[in-house]
């Protein structure tokens, strides 16, 4: 293999992952506070590029009207799907919410089917982050390496959020003991509405990013980056946002050298994902980033 | 108080399903025969099943009637599943008790249902699934379109005629389309004289296809051949024109579709692929004729060509509803052995004759180009039989 094909390689994966990275912490974050994997957060991140889709080729309006508009969206659906469907269950047992989720996917993915059709459709073209670029051999999209770039600053601001803000501290007492948290008079709808509006809000980008690199959207086009962003939080740690990205890059880079390295093996990339996870769930359950929790008593 | 309302809402429950049940007891009459009509809605094939159920549409509404009934179409959707394909055809037959079945659009599903279309001995008619283990063995599977080991001959004979030595077949695991065609393609193209310098599959659903390409690309491919769905047409498409790829791009029926150019963009300039059906071909049949106008009108704009598979679909209801026409009955034997003594009928896409697999007997391909965002005719190829 050539320098340049393996730059390539390199360079396509770590562009996936950082987009598996940005969806991962949708999921890390919401597992933290509430317990919970958001099954819908695939589809939440389907619904934001049909929401761009809209905005700009049906709406007609410019690119840096409809990126804004599209991420208040995107928030605003999170929310919503946090108050009717999680919220009336805050005191149920985990698996009814569990169940719920599910059901919200099935949901949206329906509700999508019916209002947009199985048809799959062009994704609107953002000329920034399409242009190509070729150095030699290796050629790639801007967004290949804007995303990255996006991924650093959003996890660094992100930190800073939790470490230094005051609803970061509320979202850590939250995550440490609930019920606690909700006697000291913590208000925990508020918290709990702020993450999911967070958790969306990067989906929302990881999913203009990926519109941008997979421009094609259909109602399950969350599906395989819902489950893989899913298992790239468990392998770094549920509930750990640096654990997040890092599962998301790891599972992003070592899929397309899978395939580089052994070309006849392309067709087990899937499987090789989930591979990773029941190995990880053996090893070191808790992920490479995850503290050993102990159950109170 | 609360019972009472309770059990109020019981007796209405109640009273609401007989009347509902009795309902679908008078529409259910003798004065009906039903076709099913068997399609992905939904799915991955979502897109192109719903092309041809138009197509189906528009041929009852074009012939409403035949033994002096009217026909009425059961649409049931497959979900381009083959589990779900099994419940709706069971549905079909058991629940509807249709007369015969069109579809489906996906080889695969077709294939999943097969054996419940010969138990019941529901004659089935194909419209665009083109592998062959559709129809084989079964006496009761016949298709209306040309099959696989022919349109991947007629590919491979195209691109070997281009002067390309050297290609990239990229198949979709677990799909008998997929990797069918992309099969017949290599056999032939080896015999040709060419060389498959990666021969790589993916799953369904997936997005990311730069790492495959890539591969083809450093093995030096001068042709990518990618039979799939349309779901992931466009993205190979594009994704391939992204990495600096030249390389001459290539697939099969199901790519004619507006959906690939609508997401491929410019990217799908030049890409080439075979089909049914050519709405300008000057050749045409009567009946293609009549088509082509009327369905255009029947669609008010909806596809700005009109697809092959929709075509398909019109000629698949079109074959059976003259077998039930000859045969004088809807018993389904009686329309299985009318259907194999199909001669000479002129539908839309030529002419219909099944040989002993229950295949129809086409020897003609369409071969079109992207060109300026539209899909055009390139060429006809024949292959002798």
């Given at each position: 293999m050539s320098s340049g094909i393996?730059?390539?390689?390199?360079?396509?994966?770590?562009?996936?992952?950082?987009?598996?990275?940005?969806?991962?912490?949708?999921?890390?974050?919401?597992?933290?506070?509430?317990?919970?994997?958001?099954?819908?957060?695939?589809?939440?991140?389907?619904?934001?590029?049909?929401?761009?889709?809209?905005?700009?080729?049906?709406?007609?309006?410019?690119?840096?009207?409809?990126?804004?508009?599209?991420?208040?969206?995107?928030?605003?659906?999170?929310?919503?799907?946090?108050?009717?469907?999680?919220?009336?269950?805050?005191?149920?047992?985990?698996?009814?919410?569990?169940?719920?989720?599910?059901?919200?996917?099935?949901?949206?993915?329906?509700?999508?089917?019916?209002?947009?059709?199985?048809?799959?459709k062009g994704y609107p073209n953002i000329?920034?982050?399409?242009?190509?670029?070729?150095?030699?051999?290796?050629?790639f999209q801007l967004v290949t390496v804007v995303t990255p770039?996006?991924?650093?600053?959003?996890?660094?601001?992100?930190?800073?959020?939790?470490?230094?803000?005051?609803?970061?501290?509320?979202?850590?007492?939250?995550?440490?003991?609930?019920?606690?948290?909700?006697?000291?008079?913590?208000?925990?709808?508020?918290?709990?509405?702020?993450?999911?509006?967070?958790?969306?809000?990067?989906?929302?980008?990881?999913?203009?990013?990926?519109?941008?690199?997979?421009?094609?959207?259909?109602?399950?086009?969350?599906?395989?980056?819902?489950?893989k962003c899913f298992i790239a939080a468990v392998f770094g740690g549920i509930g750990n946002i640096p654990g997040a990205v890092l599962g998301g890059l790891i599972l992003g880079i070592t899929e397309p050298m899978l395939i580089a390295f052994f070309p006849k093996m392309t067709g087990y990339r899937d499987a090789f994902a989930f591979a990773l996870l029941i190995i990880m769930l053996i090893v070191k359950p808790t992920g490479?980033?995850?503290?050993?929790t102990t159950d109170k008593v | 108080m609360k019972k009472l309302f309770l059990s109020m809402a019981a007796v209405l429950a109640v009273a609401a399903a007989f009347t509902i049940g009795y309902g679908e007891k008078v529409l259910a009459a003798d004065d009906t025969i039903k076709i099913g009509v068997f399609e992905p809605l939904t799915g991955e094939n979502g897109g192109g099943g719903s092309q041809e159920v138009d197509g189906i549409k528009y041929a009852n509404q074009v012939y409403p009637e035949v033994l002096g009934k009217k026909v009425e179409l059961v649409?049931?959707?497959?979900?381009?599943?083959?589990?779900?394909?099994?419940?709706?055809?069971?549905?079909?037959?058991?629940?509807?008790?249709?007369?015969?079945?069109?579809?489906?659009?996906?080889?695969?599903?077709?294939?999943?249902?097969?054996?419940?279309?010969?138990?019941?001995?529901?004659?089935?008619?194909?419209?665009?699934?083109?592998?062959?283990?559709?129809?084989?063995?079964?006496?009761?599977?016949?298709?209306?379109?040309?099959?696989?080991?022919?349109?991947?001959?007629?590919?491979?004979?195209?691109?070997?005629?281009?002067?390309?030595?050297?290609?990239?077949?990229?198949?979709?695991?677990?799909?008998?389309?997929?990797?069918?065609?992309?099969?017949?393609?290599?056999?032939?193209?080896?015999?040709?004289?060419?060389?498959?310098?990666?021969?790589?599959?993916?799953?369904?659903?997936?997005?990311?296809?730069?790492?495959?390409?890539?591969?083809?690309?450093?093995?030096?491919?001068?042709?990518?051949?990618?039979?799939?769905?349309?779901?992931?047409?466009?993205?190979?498409?594009?994704?391939?024109?992204?990495?600096g790829i030249s390389a001459l791009i290539m697939g099969g029926d199901t790519w004619e579709n507006e959906s690939i150019i609508q997401v491929a963009g410019d990217a799908a300039e030049g890409v080439v692929l075979s089909t049914f059906f050519d709405e300008n071909n000057s050749a045409a049949t009567a009946e293609a004729k009549k088509?082509?106008?009327?369905?255009?009108?029947?669609?008010?704009?909806?596809?700005?060509?009109?697809?092959?598979?929709a075509a398909l679909g019109y000629d698949a209801y079109f074959v059976i509803l003259d077998a039930i026409k000859r045969a004088g009955s809807t018993d389904g034997e009686a329309i299985r052995k009318a259907l194999t003594e199909t001669k000479g009928l002129e539908g839309v896409t030529g002419s219909f004759q099944f040989d002993e697999n229950g295949d129809a007997q086409k020897d003609f391909a369409v071969i079109k180009v992207i060109k300026g965002g539209k899909f055009e005719y390139l060429s006809s190829q024949s292959v002798g039989k």
């Amino acid at each position: 293999m050539s320098s340049g094909i393996f730059i390539q390689h390199l360079i396509n994966g770590l562009s996936l992952g950082s987009l598996y990275a940005l969806i991962a912490i949708g999921y890390t974050m919401v597992y933290g506070i509430l317990l919970l994997i958001n099954f819908a957060h695939g589809d939440v991140f389907m619904m934001a590029g049909y929401f761009m889709m809209v905005t700009m080729a049906g709406m007609g309006l410019p690119v840096y009207l409809s990126i804004p508009l599209v991420l208040l969206m995107t928030v605003l659906l999170g929310m919503l799907l946090e108050r009717s469907a999680y919220k009336p269950l805050r005191d149920a047992p985990r698996m009814s919410i569990m169940i719920s989720a599910i059901g919200a996917s099935y949901l949206l993915e329906n509700l999508a089917i019916y209002i947009f059709t199985g048809v799959p459709k062009g994704y609107p073209n953002i000329p920034f982050l399409t242009k190509v670029v070729q150095f030699g051999s290796v050629s790639f999209q801007l967004v290949t390496v804007v995303t990255p770039i996006i991924t650093v600053f959003l996890l660094l601001a992100l930190m800073f959020l939790v470490h230094r803000t005051k609803m970061g501290m509320a979202m850590r007492a939250v995550s440490k003991d609930y019920e606690t948290a909700r006697l000291m008079g913590i208000k925990i709808n508020r918290v709990i509405s702020t993450t999911f509006g967070i958790g969306s809000f990067l989906a929302a980008i990881g999913s203009i990013l990926w519109g941008a690199k997979y421009p094609s959207i259909f109602p399950l086009v969350g599906v395989m980056p819902g489950l893989k962003c899913f298992i790239a939080a468990v392998f770094g740690g549920i509930g750990n946002i640096p654990g997040a990205v890092l599962g998301g890059l790891i599972l992003g880079i070592t899929e397309p050298m899978l395939i580089a390295f052994f070309p006849k093996m392309t067709g087990y990339r899937d499987a090789f994902a989930f591979a990773l996870l029941i190995i990880m769930l053996i090893v070191k359950p808790t992920g490479l980033l995850g503290e050993k929790t102990t159950d109170k008593v | 108080m609360k019972k009472l309302f309770l059990s109020m809402a019981a007796v209405l429950a109640v009273a609401a399903a007989f009347t509902i049940g009795y309902g679908e007891k008078v529409l259910a009459a003798d004065d009906t025969i039903k076709i099913g009509v068997f399609e992905p809605l939904t799915g991955e094939n979502g897109g192109g099943g719903s092309q041809e159920v138009d197509g189906i549409k528009y041929a009852n509404q074009v012939y409403p009637e035949v033994l002096g009934k009217k026909v009425e179409l059961v649409i049931v959707d497959n979900k381009s599943d083959k589990a779900e394909a099994v419940v709706a055809a069971t549905r079909l037959v058991e629940k509807e008790k249709v007369v015969a079945v069109i579809g489906s659009y996906g080889s695969g599903v077709s294939i999943a249902a097969g054996d419940i279309f010969r138990n019941a001995k529901v004659p089935a008619m194909g419209a665009s699934c083109t592998n062959p283990m559709v129809t084989e063995g079964n006496e009761f599977y016949f298709r209306a379109c040309f099959l696989d080991p022919f349109q991947g001959t007629v590919l491979a004979n195209y691109a070997i005629a281009q002067g390309k030595k050297k290609a990239a077949v990229i198949t979709q695991l677990g799909d008998d389309y997929s990797t069918g065609l992309g099969s017949f393609f290599t056999r032939e193209f080896k015999k040709l004289g060419g060389e498959i310098v990666a021969d790589q599959q993916f799953q369904t659903n997936e997005q990311d296809f730069n790492s495959i390409l890539t591969n083809a690309k450093s093995a030096g491919a001068d042709v990518i051949f990618a039979p799939s769905s349309i779901v992931s047409a466009g993205l190979i498409i594009k994704q391939a024109k992204a990495l600096g790829i030249s390389a001459l791009i290539m697939g099969g029926d199901t790519w004619e579709n507006e959906s690939i150019i609508q997401v491929a963009g410019d990217a799908a300039e030049g890409v080439v692929l075979s089909t049914f059906f050519d709405e300008n071909n000057s050749a045409a049949t009567a009946e293609a004729k009549k088509f082509v106008p009327g369905f255009k009108g029947f669609l008010g704009g909806k596809d700005p060509i009109i697809p092959a598979v929709a075509a398909l679909g019109y000629d698949a209801y079109f074959v059976i509803l003259d077998a039930i026409k000859r045969a004088g009955s809807t018993d389904g034997e009686a329309i299985r052995k009318a259907l194999t003594e199909t001669k000479g009928l002129e539908g839309v896409t030529g002419s219909f004759q099944f040989d002993e697999n229950g295949d129809a007997q086409k020897d003609f391909a369409v071969i079109k180009v992207i060109k300026g965002g539209k899909f055009e005719y390139l060429s006809s190829q024949s292959v002798g039989k």
